[in-house]
């Protein structure tokens, strides 16, 4: 009999298995598959973005590199090509090969963040020809990140140019914007920079534009990159057919407990446990002190939010936040062990914010 107490079972989830031979559980793998096969950065070089980016305070070349750079470390590790292309002037940094974080990460730091501002322009249509050379060579899907501040000064139209390439490729290309450009003060209209970028975001619906000073968030990145770069499936395998199981009365099956605790979650980049969950955390501590001979199995997780390693040294962080807690309401120590598993391990969805909140969790399991 499975017995609950009190406030706990708002937040404490006590699973029973009972272990029979035989016994086979579908199972869930996570997939992640890329939304093109061939990525390609289009970065404004020009003399514009030398200039600072009011709401940072920073020149945009700068904002636009350490941006750049922290996508490629959040990206996860595509089976897709990637290449680095800038205009204003026009140069190719990577040309367009499979995934190699560090090959990109080398080739955004070679774009020149310093560099004589007047008389640099902004060919941004004739960039767009010669990367229509380039991209006229790829196969499949292509899209295209522009990171442009809303000018262009010289040549072609880009609105035009890009267009037609819409027209040339169809549903093979789609252009995304990191937007650079001045956002107009509160009560007044649209700037001409703004004005740019939406109107040439606006000619393809499958178009997602991110903002420079949003982008700086952690959250805000983390959703643009799965917005332009990847989607998630779950893929259910059906288990191996298993023998038929063997009952024996006299030798009962062992059984397992498994103490959840889904409810108590971490802030954002956080190890330090909220104040509403301590009085369960107690209760908890009761319950473990009330099966001895047992041991203690605290598991830390986190959601998808930031690179891999950060994010394992965290959920151990978390992990023994919970068991610095249940040592000090008396729990032995010798009986608790704790491990971090990161972002591996996702109970929720973390395509929702929601999702990613609970996924910042800590789980217990006595053996």
């Known amino acids: 009999m499975i017995k609950y107490t009190g406030k706990l079972l708002l937040a404490l989830c006590l699973i029973f298995t009972l272990g029979a031979a035989g016994t086979a559980f579908a199972q869930t ?11 390609v950065f289009y970065v404004d070089n020009s003399g514009s973005m030398g200039f600072p980016y009011r709401e940072l305070g920073m020149p945009k070349s700068k904002i636009a590199t350490d941006l750049l750079l922290a996508i490629n470390n959040e990206l996860p590790e595509l089976d897709a090509n990637f290449g680095v292309y800038t205009y204003g002037p026009y140069r190719q940094y990577l040309s367009v090969t499979a995934f190699n974080r560090q090959a990109m990460e080398n080739a955004f730091k070679a774009i020149p963040t310093s560099f004589e ?22 196969q499949d899907r ?7 501040d809303g000018e262009s000064n010289i040549g072609p139209e880009p609105y035009g140019v890009m267009r037609d390439m819409y027209a040339k490729y169809g549903n093979r290309i789609c252009f995304h914007f990191i937007s650079f450009a001045q956002r107009p003060p509160a009560g007044t209209t649209v700037s001409d920079e703004q004005a740019f970028v939406n109107a040439l975001a606006g000619i393809n619906p499958c178009s997602v534009t991110g903002y420079a000073e949003e982008l700086k968030k952690d959250f805000v990145r983390a959703d643009f990159i799965r917005e332009v770069f990847y989607d998630i499936r779950e893929v259910v395998t059906a288990p191996a057919p298993q023998p038929a199981p063997i009952i024996v009365p006299e030798d009962p099956a062992p059984v397992e407990e498994v103490i959840v605790f889904s409810n108590i979650t971490f802030d954002f980049d956080k190890a330090v446990i909220r104040p509403e969950y301590r009085e369960i955390l107690r209760e908890a501590a009761q319950i473990i002190q009330g099966r001895p001979g047992v041991n203690v199995h605290v598991e830390g997780h986190t959601c998808n939010i930031g690179p891999a390693e950060y994010n394992m040294g965290l959920s151990q962080r978390r992990a023994q936040s919970v068991a610095d807690f249940l040592a000090e309401e008396g729990v032995s120590a010798n009986r608790l062990q704790t491990r971090g598993y990161g972002l591996t391990s996702p109970r929720f969805d973390n395509n929702t914010r929601e999702g990613r909140s609970l996924n910042r969790r800590v789980e217990m399991r006595l053996e």
Do not use: C, H
């Not at 640099?120 to 060579?137: C, F, K, V, Y």
């Open 142 to 148: 292509v899209a295209v990140v522009v990171l442009t």
């Open 29 to 39: 793998t996570t997939v992640i598959e890329p939304k093109a096969e061939n990525f």
């Open 117 to 138: 501002i007047f008389g640099r322009q902004t060919p941004m249509g004739a960039g767009l020809q010669s990367l229509d050379n380039t991209i006229s060579r790829l």
